[in-house]
C-alpha cells in the first residue's frame, strides 16, 4: 500500500503521499483503488513479520527495506516468485527460501 500510496508523479502534487489527506480526496482514492479489486491486502501475521526481519538482517548489505522484505516474505508463503517492481538491482539478488530468484517484471528491455 505504501508503493501505491506514492504514485502521485504529475500536477501539483507531484510526488506527495495521496493518501496522506494533503491532497483533496486522496484518502477516498486510494481506498477506493483497493475496494475495487485494484490490489489486495494482505494481513501479516506475526511469522511472516518475523520471515521479514530476518529477510532484512540477511540482505543488511543491500539494506533491505520493510516493503521490500514483506514481498519477499508474501512470495515465499504464496509460492510467488514473479514480482513487478522498478526495483530491478535490490530484487535480482534477493532469493526465496528455497534459493529460486525472483522473475522480474516488466523484463529487462534488450
Do not use: N, W
Not at 486510494?30 to 491486502?41: E, Q, R
Not at 527495506?65 to 530484487?91: K, P, Q, Y
Amino acid at each position: 500500500m505504501d508503493r501505491f500510496c506514492r504514485l502521485d508523479r504529475s500536477g501539483p502534487h507531484r510526488g506527495e503521499d495521496i493518501c496522506s489527506g494533503r491532497i483533496d480526496g486522496g484518502v477516498a482514492a486510494c481506498l477506493d483503488f483497493f475496494l475495487m479489486g485494484g490490489a489486495v491486502v494482505v494481513p501479516s501475521g506475526v511469522v511472516s513479520l518475523k520471515r521479514a526481519r530476518a529477510l532484512i538482517v540477511k540482505y543488511a548489505d543491500q539494506a533491505m527495506d520493510f516493503a521490500d522484505a514483506t514481498l519477499v516474505a508474501l512470495g515465499e508463503e504464496l509460492g510467488i516468485s514473479t514480482v513487478f517492481t522498478t526495483d530491478r538491482t535490490d530484487f535480482a539478488i534477493y532469493r526465496l527460501k528455497d534459493r529460486r530468484p525472483f522473475k522480474i517484471l516488466p523484463e529487462s528491455p534488450g
